[in-house]
């Protein structure tokens, strides 16, 4: 059996990679995260939620629906938290997305609408 050729990757290329990550999900959760948020993903429902709706629904939702199998990485809350947070931990409120479709999903979110020309 052929046996795949191995990458080499500088272990400080990877480790420098992970430390940039984690600085800018730092980043993030300082400057756009409310605390109510912060408090929700912090905690181990959370944590068992997401699990569970990425292992029912193991693909995008929004790539399905352009006919494209993609992996979901990300789980997307309908009702956002600041406006409905009882509804956090529903599982009816949860969508698996890929890190593109969730990315651009929350840029139309906060996007403004454009003026219309009379």
């Avoid at 959370?46 to 199998?69: F, M, N, S, V």
């Avoid at 890929?98 to 609408?113: D, E, G, N």
């Amino acid at each position: 059996m052929p046996h795949r050729i191995p990458t080499y990757r500088p272990f400080a290329h990877s480790q420098a990679k992970r430390l940039d990550d984690a600085a800018k999900q730092r980043e993030y959760d300082q400057a756009r995260r409310n605390k109510e948020s912060k408090r929700i993903y912090n905690t181990d429902a959370w944590q068992r939620a997401r699990l569970i709706q990425l292992r029912e629904h193991p693909l995008c939702y929004d790539c399905l629906q352009a006919g494209r199998h993609t992996v979901a990485t990300q789980v997307h809350h309908i009702e956002e938290l600041t406006a409905a947070p009882e509804l956090a931990l529903d599982l009816d409120n949860l969508r698996s997305l890929c890190l593109s479709c969730h990315m651009s999903l929350h840029r139309r979110a906060t996007r403004p609408s454009p003026r219309s020309n009379p």
